[in-house]
């Protein structure tokens, strides 16, 4: 569809140039955002494998990254909606903290003693899950009600929910740290046997390039039917290249990480295996955490992109009036992300509460701000209506690189948050500069 | 033109709403036809965009009694109005910027495919149709509307208005913001859609486009009708003598004339 008034562009928007590389970008329509995220991620990554001898870059170094980086990574998804719609959840490190002890709890004393659970009765770890995911949604529900019908402002409710819920955290066992989950429910943190294992990572790593292309083509096929402009073929070819490579080269990568020894000999000598010269290699795999990780990211980027309530989010964070106006319910909408946070809430819950094989009183610290610098990182605005959902995980995966590159190296704790703080500052201050250059 | 005989399609009767102690509205009771295009003018603060915020659901009226198609309606929000095919084109235009122009056309009642997810295929497409008609050289479908020009912005607001089927219009102030050629385009779109028999109440400062499209004039003062006359019947000074002393002509004495005189 050509038209006379694409020679008169709009001021401060180009028209994609054919000859230059910003002009070829552009017509691949990938977003610049995204993909400069990306390349800022690897550029950190080889930084750290350089400094550190070439040492970094390894299958297990980078697996533990990534399963420290997705209790972060899942709530981020759901802070950009919030963060996207005007408003802010303090409370998330709290809640965290109060579902994982709740899990503790429930798998080690009250299941058995007040519901006649005893640690054979079946699928234990998912009725935990469960229930600590309805709790979370109803806690995000208490607090978006008072949001969005009540009128208070989040920064205050929250705030509030981070003062209460972390103290409640302390009635519930009552100061002491609670440990012995199911071992089903230790399966959801990751680890050798927490991991889908080799040939479910190949077989995700197909499924993903399939995917991939599949949404190239039904994308090409509806802009066709409808007589839209089509990408070129080139970039629809180049997109879909890029895109397998990556998921093989991840699902290659991660099968390069392989059991501990000691684990792999006694699975051997259990199952009757011979252990070959050089030892047993069992490749673990991803690891169930940066499944779920990958599930939740699919999910909420379908809410929000595709979904009328995902549009409302952004729709309220661009214009709240205008939403009103054309007869959203705006209260609903804005409780609905809170409840949304409650729920990931659980499910980085679950992955902490994992991880640790049990609670103690200050898991999920300090989660609200690691969260919100991942959202803002990845690129999501506090005036509103802008964010996105992987940007938001990149974000996470930013940050949780600096920190593991970090200590990696020997720097201190107090060291890496002096690094982070840095590095939230210049990230935005450059977002915002880019942004009045852009308009 | 007369007036259609029959029962009007809207009839607002008494209406008042006050912001605390301040009375925008007062007791203000005015109807429209199928058919009809009713120009609503005033100073500023005379009460004609709160009026308008009643009918179209986003400000409840705290006294006083709505009859669409001689039936008695309530209007608590704007999904109401939207029910009952009142669509309103507000002065502030009411866009989400970070939203595409499909997306803030259809926003709220937004087309989903069996599944219930957003068809933006035929949203856009459905959008290019109606663009095609109101603002032919409009191609930017993809880019938030934040970085469309005014005009294009106002041919978006417009669109969503008129392609729900309205049957009641509500414009308020259409063409501030607009250049000459903009401005004529919506002239001739409120002329086409009189001509479908769609009532529209026009709210505007400029009082030719006032003349030029209204068949009845209803002038506000301090929260009250002044006169609704029939065009023909007035003269632009004589409705500018009541926009500003908020008198009929014949209540107009000679110290009052003095006064319009003075101000220009």
Known sequence: ????????????????????????????????????????????????????????????????????????????????????????????????????????????????????????????????????????????????????????????????????????????????????????????????????????????????????????????????????????MWAEATLAVIGCVAVIGLAAFANNNFWPKGLAERYATQNNIPIPAGGLLIPTGFPNPIMLLLAVTLVMTFIATRRRFGRYVYAYGGNPDATELAGINTRWTILKTYVLMGVLCALAAAIAAARLNGATLDVGQSYELYVIAAAVVGGTSFAGGIGTIPGAVLGAFVMQSLAYGLSFMGVNSPGQNVVAGIVLILAVGFDTFNRRRGS | MTVAAGTPLVEMRNISVAFGGLHAVRDVSIDLFAGEVLGLVGGNGAGKSTLMRVLSGAQPADKGEIRVNGEVVELRNPRDAKALNIETIYQTLALADNIDAPGNLFLGRELTTRVGSLDDSSMESETRKIMGRLNPNFTRFALPVRSLSGGQRQAVAIARAVYFNARILIMDEPTAALGPAETGQVRNLVRQLKDQGIGIFLISHDIHDVFDLSDRISVMYHGRIVDTVQKDDVDPDGVLGMIILGKKPDEVTETDKAEIELRG
Request: proline share 5%.
């Open chain 1, 1 to 232: 569809m050509t038209n006379l008034a694409e020679a008169a562009p709009v001021p401060g928007v180009q028209p994609p140039a054919r000859t230059s590389i910003r002009g070829l970008i552009a017509q691949t329509e990938i977003d610049l955002r995204l993909f400069g995220m990306l390349v800022v991620l690897a550029g950190i990554l080889l930084a750290f494998n350089i400094l550190s001898g070439g040492k970094f870059f390894q299958p297990t170094n980078m697996v533990t990254l990534a399963v420290q980086a997705s209790g972060v990574a899942v709530i981020a998804t759901g802070m950009v909606l919030i963060i996207v719609s005007r408003n802010i959840d303090l409370s998330v490190g709290s809640l965290v903290g109060f579902i994982a002890m709740t899990y503790a709890l429930l798998m080690t004393d009250w299941m058995p003693h007040l519901l006649g659970m005893g640690p054979d009765f079946p699928f234990r770890w998912a009725i935990a899950l469960g229930l600590g995911i309805l709790l979370g949604a109803g806690f995000g529900a208490i607090q978006g009600f008072i949001i969005a019908y009540v009128g208070v402002p989040s920064f205050i409710v929250t705030l509030g929910g981070l003062l209460t819920i972390r103290g409640l955290v302390w009635y519930l066992s009552s100061g002491a740290a609670v440990s012995g989950l199911d071992p089903g429910f230790q399966l959801v943190g990751g680890g050798a046997l927490g991991s889908i294992g080799g040939t479910m990572t190949w077989i995700v790593g197909v499924i993903g390039c399939l995917a991939i292309v599949a949404l190239l083509i039904n994308g090409r096929r509806q802009r066709r039917r409808y007589g839209f402009p089509v990408r070129p």
